[in-house]
């Protein structure tokens, strides 16, 4: 990233180890390189017209280690009920997501353009769970940057597709070595699989030492399980 643009992001966000609000700035774009040192500054956007930036206190985190899946899920794992892949509609788990008919959404058109472009560039990736007849039933999308994860949101169309989505993707985080899983609050969802809050200044430190190397994840599109019903091409 040209200096320039790191000053200019310098002022546009407060320090959030010195900034008491959880609310540090209104405005700006969701371009790459602003997303790219929000995100590496514990900042992340809620909101668009305006784009609202927030860094909480305290905030949630998984132990990749100590993630608590249900029997149930589990089981439902074993038996390989969906084809899980991962990178292979990214915009349309975003869509899914924000498929909320009893309540509003932040996932609004900045949102799927920004994180988009970010998928595009390796910075955010999703899950997905086909069903046997090739339909789209799950998915859990984020930002991966160096050895940090921020999942941003899951969607289940049916039972437990999205948990056995992020499942998975925790597998994966483990196997390429993932230091931290940002979760950002917790809700009753998180909280059962395990998450718990830190304070702010921890999670900084936990997060520095996670994007020392802020490359992108890459991984490239494929499928990691697939239903015995279907072929690798089917969704």
Request: charged share 25%.
């Amino acid at each position: 990233m040209e200096l320039s643009r790191i000053q200019e992001f310098e002022e546009f966000f407060p320090d959030p180890r010195h900034w008491d609000e959880d609310l540090v700035a209104v405005g700006g774009d969701f371009s790459p390189d602003r997303m790219f040192y929000a995100y590496t500054h514990g900042i992340f956007p809620w909101s668009e017209d305006p784009i609202r930036w927030f860094c909480l206190e305290p905030r949630a985190i998984f132990d990749l280690e100590r993630v608590h899946f249900s029997r149930t899920v589990k089981r439902k794992v074993r038996k390989e009920l969906y084809t899980i892949s991962i990178n292979q509609c990214f915009t349309e788990v975003m869509k899914s997501c924000s498929h909320r008919p009893m309540e509003s959404t932040w996932i609004t058109e900045g949102f799927l353009k920004g994180y988009t472009h970010f998928h595009d560039l390796g910075y955010a990736h999703s899950v997905e769970a086909w069903n046997q007849n090739g339909e789209l039933v799950g998915g859990v999308y984020g930002v991966a940057i160096g050895k940090f994860f921020a999942g941003e949101s899951m969607f289940s169309f049916e039972s437990d597709a999205g948990k056995i989505c992020l499942y998975h993707l925790f597998e994966e985080l483990k196997a390429h070595g993932f230091q931290l899983f940002d979760t950002q609050q917790l809700n009753h969802v998180t909280w059962d699989l395990g998450a718990y809050e830190i304070p702010k200044d921890v999670y900084l430190d936990r997060l520095a030492e996670a994007v020392k190397d802020p490359k992108p994840w890459v991984i490239s599109p494929r499928f990691l399980k697939i239903h015995p019903t279907q072929s690798s091409t089917s969704p």
